[in-house]
């Protein structure tokens, strides 16, 4: 086994690895799936990662932490942190519909649909990744590849060579590419390609929220250590249903979070010192409130918002083996980052009069 470089940041490959990988992956699309036979040892890995997995899956909430944690314990992974940022938001989405700006603009049916569409992607994506960080972190403890237990999570075939050239390599952004694009395969093929799923996102409101500009993801940071209160910087989610639209915001915000240093430390440490509770109080407490304030934007905490949900089934089909190669997953993507505080509050005060008169009406 080769000497571990986590070091290595650069996003491709050498030409023979990469050549190497693609033989790796052809192979893997053009074979059968085959039964993972395994030791006494890598039984019991199986079962104490299956364990952990349940328990952390419960919500958004011990999702996010759990990817936080694991990027604590493991920060060459590039993709857990990001994760967990994409998390909060996802948190953040699920609040809105219960909040005084968003909730008013809905019905409560369509409040839940959304909620259950964004429950599900968020809880199936972390089902799909959280086994493979968990896989890794055991394989360097034990100093040997563990990624042919991978099937055992259903974890799409693409990820086992990709993990294998990772492992011997450490090419973080590349690895970081190619978890954009299995995990963003993964719910197209499973969730977003439902008749469910089409239902949701069909709804008129639901194309509204990209021109409100409610579909944005954001990072906060702060420029100077006695700035108080953070700007934010991030991509607005545009094309929701393309698959190729969805690896390109992945790619994009993992610039904005890694392409500067003093950015990227200033959102680590709003991560470390922040619990997240979903409410957008968490990051801008000077315009929101966790519960009704007749000075503030209310937006509510999770647990305020919706109950708990089971956790849904794996995926039930491999991605990679429909879709075939991801064109392009190994390519980096560049984004500015940009300040975009002052356009996020004045898309918010344009929502206000809207949600007023959508309450009367409602009520």
């Known amino acids: 086994m080769a000497k571990k470089k986590w070091g290595r940041s650069g996003y491709s490959l050498p030409a023979e690895e990469m050549d190497a990988l693609y033989a790796s992956l052809f192979k893997q699309l053009s074979k059968d799936p085959e039964p993972v036979v395994t030791d006494g040892e890598e039984r019991t890995i199986i079962e104490e990662i299956s364990r952990h997995i349940k328990h952390a899956n419960r919500s958004n909430l011990t999702r996010t932490a759990s990817y936080l944690l694991f990027h604590s314990r493991n920060p060459e992974i590039h993709w857990a942190l990001l994760a967990h940022l994409v998390s909060r938001n996802g948190g953040y989405s699920m609040t809105d519909l219960k909040s005084s700006y968003i909730g008013p603009l809905l019905g409560k049916q369509e409040q839940a649909d959304l909620f259950h569409l964004l429950e599900w992607i968020n809880a199936s994506i972390f089902a799909d990744a959280y086994p493979q960080l968990l896989l890794y972190e055991e394989s360097k403890k034990r100093g040997r590849n563990l990624f042919h237990l991978l099937p055992r999570f259903r974890v799409s075939c693409f990820m086992e060579p990709v993990w294998s050239a990772f492992f011997e390599n450490g090419?973080?952004?590349?690895?970081?590419?190619?978890?954009?694009?299995?995990?963003?395969?993964?719910?197209?093929?499973?969730?977003?390609?439902?008749?469910?799923?089409?239902?949701?996102?069909?709804?008129?409101?639901?194309?509204?929220?990209?021109?409100?500009?409610?579909?944005?993801?954001?990072?906060?940071?702060?420029?100077?250590?006695?700035?108080?209160?953070?700007?934010?910087?991030?991509?607005?989610?545009?094309?929701?249903?393309?698959?190729?639209?969805?690896?390109?915001?992945?790619?994009?915000?993992?610039?904005?979070?890694?392409?500067?240093?003093?950015?990227?430390?200033?959102?680590?440490?709003?991560?470390?010192?922040?619990?997240?509770?979903?409410?957008?109080?968490?990051?801008?407490?000077?315009?929101?409130?966790?519960?009704?304030?007749?000075?503030?934007?209310?937006?509510?905490?999770?647990?305020?918002?919706?109950?708990?949900?089971?956790?849904?089934?794996?995926?039930?089909?491999?991605?990679?083996?429909?879709?075939?190669?991801?064109?392009?997953?190994?390519?980096?993507?560049?984004?500015?980052?940009?300040?975009?505080?002052?356009?996020?509050?004045?898309?918010?005060?344009?929502?206000?009069?809207?949600?007023?008169?959508?309450?009367?009406l409602l009520h």
Not at 267 to 289: E, G, M, Q
Not at 340 to 348: E, I, T
Request: net charge positive.
């Open 171 to 360: 090419s973080r952004s590349f690895l970081t590419g190619a978890l954009i694009a299995n995990e963003q395969s993964m719910i197209e093929k499973n969730i977003l390609s439902t008749s469910q799923a089409s239902h949701v996102m069909n709804n008129l409101k639901f194309t509204l929220q990209e021109k409100w500009g409610l579909t944005r993801i954001l990072f906060p940071y702060k420029t100077r250590q006695k700035q108080k209160r953070y700007s934010v910087a991030g991509l607005t989610v545009m094309q929701f249903q393309s698959l190729h639209e969805r690896i390109l915001t992945g790619k994009k915000l993992y610039c904005i979070l890694y392409s500067h240093q003093t950015i990227h430390d200033s959102i680590l440490a709003f991560c470390k010192s922040s619990v997240h509770t979903a409410s957008r109080s968490d990051y801008w407490p000077h315009l929101f409130s966790p519960v009704e304030s007749p000075v503030k934007l209310n937006s509510p905490s999770l647990e305020d918002s919706w109950p708990l949900v089971p956790a849904p089934p794996p995926a039930k089909s491999d991605w990679f083996k429909s879709f075939g190669m991801p064109k392009g997953f190994e390519k980096p993507e560049t984004a500015k980052v940009q300040d975009l505080s002052n356009k996020v509050m004045a898309d918010l005060f344009k929502l206000a009069p809207i949600s007023a008169i959508s309450k009367k």
